[in-house]
C-alpha cells in the first residue's frame, strides 16, 4: 500500500511538472485532431476503418513524448538522485513515471475519442475491452519510452530513439494498412510491435469490418509486452545506476 | 554512546583509480563527525557509498544497524542527504519541494504540510515559501535542501560540503544551524575541505587525502600531534621572492607558510630561530608590522600530518551543472 502511495506521488509530480502543461496538452490534442481531419476530407466514407489506428497513434505518441526523455532529463539535471535519495525501490520510480505517462496518454486519447465518436458516427462495441486495451496500449507505450529513456544517457539521444520507434510503427503496425496485406517480411516485423495489437484490438471494439485476431489474444499479447517491458527497463535502469552514479 | 554508522574496508574503484582505499571508522550517535581533505579526496565518494547512492567496490557499510548494500531502502528512511549540489525540483515552490519530499519519504499526510511549515519558519524561508526553487538565491538554496533532508526525522543528516559556495554570512548561518541541530540530537556526517570549519564544528574529524584515511581523532588530539612545534607569524609590508628564497633555506624552520602579507614558522626552537629571521627580513629591505607566537593550529597539524599546503585546501571545486 505504502508502495502504491509513493507510485501516485511520483506521477502526481510529473503530472504537474512536465504533462499539464500548455505545450504538451495543445500537441497531444492538436496532432491526432489534424490526422483525423486530414483522412476525413480525403475519404469521409473510409473514415470509420482509419479512426482505430488513429486512436492507436494518438495514444502512442502522447504516451510516448516525455516518457522517452522524463529519466534521462531528471539524471541531468540532478533530480534522479532526489529520487534515488529516498526510501524506494527502483521498481517504484519506474512505476511512477510509467503512471504519469500513461494518465497522460488517457486523458488525451479519451479526448480524441470522445470528440470523434458522435462526429464520425462511430459506436463503440465493446466499452469495457474498450477501456481495457487503451489502458495497457498505454502502459505497454509509457514502458516503452520509459526503456528509451533508461537505456540512453542524453535527451536528444532519447528523442532520436523514439523517434525511431514510433514513426516505422505508423506504416507496420495496421494504422493505414492492413498487416495481412504487407509484402513479407512486414508482417513479422508488425506482430513484435505493441501498437498493432492496440489497432487490432480497437478494431474489434470499433469497426465492423474483420480484425486480425481474436480480441483476447490482443489483450493476452499487450499484457505480455506490459510485463516483458517493465521487467527490461528495469534491468536496465538498475545497471545504469550501478554504472552512473 | 553506540556506533550509529559503522564503516569497515570501504573502497571504491573507478575502472583502474583507486577512489577510496579501505576506510574503517565509527561513528558515535548524536556527535558531529568530519570528513577533511582536499577536493577529489574521497569524501563525497563515501558519503555516497554510505547513502547508498554509489555502489562499493568491496567492504560495508552500516547504518543505524542496517548494511546499506543489503537493506537501502531501511538505510534511506533513517538518513537524509544534503548534496553538494542543491538539487530540489525547480519548478516547485519552496513549501511543495517540502511536501513532496514528506511524501517520497512516507511522513503522515496530517503532518506533512504542518511539518514543512515548522521546517519552513525554523530555516527563515518563510517570505520565500511561496517561490519557486529556481528563483531562490544560493544560499536559500542550501537552507532549503537542509530542510527538505529533515522533513522526515531522520536519525543522521550526511551533509556533503555544506557551505561551498556560500557567502560568509549564508555560511555562518548554516554553521549555527548545524550546530543546533547537533543539540536536538541528530547525528551529523559532514564532509569539508575548509579546516576551520571542521574545527569549530566538528567532534571527530577524519583527515582522507587520495581515498586514504591518514588520522581519526578529535581536533584537540590532531593538534596535539605538533605540540612540540611552535608557530611564529610574522606580518610584512612586502614579500620579495629573494626573501623567500633564503628564508626557505634556513637552519631551524620546519615548515613555511606564505600568504600576501605575512609567513608563518613553524619550528622546534623558536628562541633560536627567531633573531635569524628578523635580521633576515631587515636585511632585504622588508618592514616587519607583527610579530606572533601561536600555538598549533589545526590547519598547521593537516600540513604536518598530510605534507599538503593548506592554501589547496582554499579551492573549491567548480560548481556542478545542475538547478543550483
Not at chain 2, 609590508?237 to 631551524?252: A, Q
Amino acid at each position: 500500500m505504502e508502495e502504491l502511495k509513493k507510485v501516485y506521488f511520483i506521477s502526481k509530480k510529473d503530472m504537474g511538472a512536465y504533462y499539464l502543461k500548455p505545450p504538451l496538452i495543445s500537441w497531444g490534442l492538436m496532432l491526432p485532431i489534424v490526422f483525423v481531419f486530414a483522412f476525413y476530407f480525403r475519404n469521409p466514407m473510409g473514415i470509420k476503418e482509419v479512426v482505430p489506428g488513429l486512436i492507436g497513434l494518438t495514444l502512442l505518441f502522447s504516451c510516448t513524448s516525455m516518457a522517452a526523455i522524463v529519466i534521462t532529463f531528471e539524471k541531468r539535471i540532478g533530480a534522479l538522485e532526489r529520487l534515488l535519495l529516498a526510501p524506494l525501490e527502483i521498481r517504484t520510480i519506474l512505476f511512477g513515471k510509467t503512471l504519469g505517462s500513461t494518465l497522460f496518454g488517457l486523458i488525451i486519447t479519451f479526448c480524441i475519442t470522445i470528440f470523434l465518436i458522435p462526429i464520425m458516427g462511430l459506436s463503440v462495441n465493446h466499452p469495457f475491452s474498450f477501456v481495457i486495451i487503451i489502458i495497457l496500449s498505454g502502459l505497454a507505450f509509457s514502458l516503452l519510452g520509459i526503456l528509451i529513456s533508461v537505456g540512453v544517457k542524453e535527451v536528444f539521444e532519447a528523442m532520436t530513439m523514439s523517434n525511431f520507434f514510433r514513426f516505422p510503427m505508423i506504416f507496420l503496425c495496421g494504422v493505414f494498412f492492413p498487416v495481412p496485406s504487407m509484402p513479407f517480411p512486414l508482417p513479422v516485423l508488425s506482430c513484435l510491435l505493441p501498437l498493432t495489437y492496440t489497432v487490432d484490438g480497437l478494431r474489434h471494439c470499433l469497426w465492423e469490418g474483420k480484425p486480425m485476431i481474436p480480441l483476447f489474444l490482443d489483450l493476452l499479447i499487450l499484457l505480455g509486452f506490459v510485463v516483458l517491458i517493465f521487467a527490461l527497463s528495469l534491468s536496465i535502469f538498475k545497471r545504469r545506476i550501478h554504472q552512473e552514479f | 554512546m553506540d556506533a550509529i554508522i559503522q564503516v569497515n574496508e570501504l573502497t571504491k574503484f573507478y575502472g583502474t583509480t583507486l577512489a577510496v582505499d579501505h576506510t574503517s571508522f565509527q561513528v558515535k550517535e548524536g556527535e558531529i563527525f568530519g570528513f577533511l581533505g582536499p577536493n577529489g579526496a574521497g569524501k563525497t565518494t563515501t558519503i555516497r557509498m554510505m547513502v547508498g547512492l554509489t555502489q562499493p567496490s568491496s567492504g560495508t557499510a552500516w547504518i543505524d544497524g542496517h548494511d546499506v548494500t543489503k537493506e537501502p531502502v531501511e538505510v534511506k528512511k533513517t538518513i537524509g542527504l544534503v548534496p553538494e549540489t542543491s538539487n530540489l525540483y525547480s519548478e516547485l515552490t519552496a513549501l511543495d519541494n517540502l511536501i513532496y519530499q514528506g511524501e517520497l519519504y512516507g511522513v503522515p499526510r496530517k503532518e506533512r504540510k504542518n511539518q514543512a511549515i515548522h521546517l519552513i519558519e525554523e530555516f527563515g524561508l518563510k517570505e520565500h515559501q511561496d517561490k519557486p526553487f529556481q528563483k531562490l538565491s544560493r544560499g536559500l538554496k542550501r537552507r532549503l535542501t537542509i530542510a527538505a533532508a529533515l522533513i522526515h526525522h531522520p536519525k543522521i543528516l550526511f551533509l556533503d560540503e555544506p557551505t561551498t559556495g556560500l557567502d560568509v554570512m549564508s555560511a555562518r548561518g548554516l554553521r549555527k544551524l548545524i550546530l543546533e541541530s547537533k543539540k536536538k540530537g541528530l547525528t551529523i556526517f559532514l564532509t569539508t575541505h575548509y579546516i576551520p570549519e571542521a574545527e569549530a564544528l566538528c567532534d571527530h574529524i577524519v583527515i582522507i587525502v587520495e581515498g586514504k584515511i591518514r588520522i581519526i581523532d578529535t581536533p584537540e588530539n590532531i593538534k596535539s600531534q605538533v605540540k612540540e612545534v611552535e608557530i611564529l607569524e610574522v606580518g610584512l609590508d612586502r614579500i620579495t621572492e629573494d626573501l623567500k628564497k633564503k628564508l626557505l633555506f634556513m637552519e631551524g624552520i620546519e615548515k613555511i607558510l606564505i600568504a600576501e602579507k605575512g609567513i608563518r614558522f613553524q619550528t622546534k626552537s623558536i628562541d633560536q630561530v627567531t633573531p635569524h629571521i628578523i635580521k633576515l627580513i631587515e636585511e632585504q629591505g622588508a618592514k616587519i608590522q607583527s610579530i606572533n607566537t601561536l600555538s598549533p593550529s589545526l590547519e598547521d597539524a593537516f600540513v604536518r600530518i598530510t605534507g599538503l599546503d593548506s592554501e589547496l585546501m582554499k579551492i573549491d571545486k567548480p560548481m556542478k551543472a545542475g538547478p543550483e
